[in-house]
């Protein structure tokens, strides 16, 4: 999580959505974290971005 906002915030948008996927995949699932990070406005019309957080959202993928 910390490494994608970094990495928004520099501007990378293919890396912070890379490691935003790792975090999820790692086990981050502090949906509402996420989509509170003002770093991550850049990313908000992101196709992958918009996915990601889709996937978070459905039944049993452990959000809070």
């Known amino acids: 999580f910390y490494m994608a906002k970094v990495f928004a915030d520099a ?6 959505i890379s490691f935003l996927y790792k975090a999820y995949e790692g086990g981050f699932k502090d ?5 509170a990070e003002p770093s991550f406005g850049s990313l908000l019309e992101d196709e992958r971005f918009l ?8 039944p049993g ?3 809070k």
């Open 11 to 16: 501007g990378d948008k293919e890396r912070a």
């Open 31 to 35: 949906i509402a974290k996420i989509k």
């Open 51 to 58: 996915k990601l957080i889709q996937t978070m959202t459905q």
């Open 61 to 63: 993928s452990g959000t």
